[in-house]
């Protein structure tokens, strides 16, 4: 196919874009799995309801530093995901409980099919008034027909993997056994993997560690070169 040939001409593969997503030059259908953690609206936690507040103070302050990079809305990459992604295959996005119906509802829209809501179990929690969280969730898409993944009858939906705890490369940055997990039981070595949100590199340190091709986007630069630093590339 002639996507093929330029991947390989111009070296796209094996590759990390410090720049937004939305001004990728990916051809349509050229991608065998999308696996990301995208910006979406969290709370800020911390002080914001003054000295006799009874929220948790401080514990939730890391997520300010990612409201730079969330402007984006979820509608302006949906699309994009759907459009650059083979005929039966799989995408998995990570959300939360605030973002879940949005993301889901406007995975809908682009013409994903939702295959599953996953959750991924932490070793960790949020803490809260409420019930704290100690889950996050993905949405296990599909596009076009049905696709089986590798691990026929052998994965449930809740995933338990440990949460990386103190000094984060990056505030949410995912358990690469995790990311393999869901590589591995939806490509196979030499498919060509994308993350446009790669925040520090983990999916494509999977990718390396399973044999995959990957194609990523960070446009933060800071974690842009943490990235690069970690894989070498």
């Given amino acids: 196919m002639a996507w093929e040939s330029r991947f390989k001409k111009e070296k796209i593969i094996n590759k990390l874009y410090n720049e937004d997503f939305l001004l990728n030059n990916l051809e349509d259908g050229c991608i065998d799995l999308i696996v990301t953690d995208p910006p979406y609206k969290t ?3 911390g002080d914001s309801n003054g000295a006799n507040s009874i929220r948790p103070k401080g514990m939730l302050e890391g997520n300010r530093k990612l409201f730079e990079h969330q402007k984006l809305t979820i509608s302006d990459w949906m699309p994009e995901l759907y459009r650059v992604l083979k005929e039966e295959t799989h995408c998995y996005i990570f959300t939360n409980s605030l973002n879940l119906v949005e993301m889901a509802t406007e ?5 994903f099919k939702l295959h599953n809501i996953l959750v991924w ?4 929690c949020t803490p809260s008034q409420y019930y704290m969280k100690n889950c996050e969730y993905v949405l296990f898409l599909r596009k076009g027909k049905a696709k089986w993944i590798n691990d026929i009858g052998g994965s449930k939906t809740v995933h338990q993997y440990k949460n990386i705890t103190g000094n984060k490369l990056h505030p949410t940055e995912k358990p690469i056994d995790l990311l393999k997990f869901y590589i591995s039981n939806s490509s196979n070595e030499g498919d060509i993997v994308l993350d446009p949100f790669a925040g520090s590199g983990s999916t494509l340190m999977a990718c390396q560690e399973l ?3 990957y194609v990523g ?3 933060d630069k800071q974690y842009y070169d943490v990235s690069v ?3 070498a590339i």
């Fill in 43 to 45: 709370i800020t936690g």
């Fill in 107 to 111: 995975a809908k829209k682009a013409k």
């Fill in 229 to 231: 630093s970690r894989m």
């Fill in 217 to 219: 986007y960070e446009i």
């Fill in 211 to 213: 044999n995959r091709k």
């Fill in 121 to 124: 179990e932490k070793n960790n």
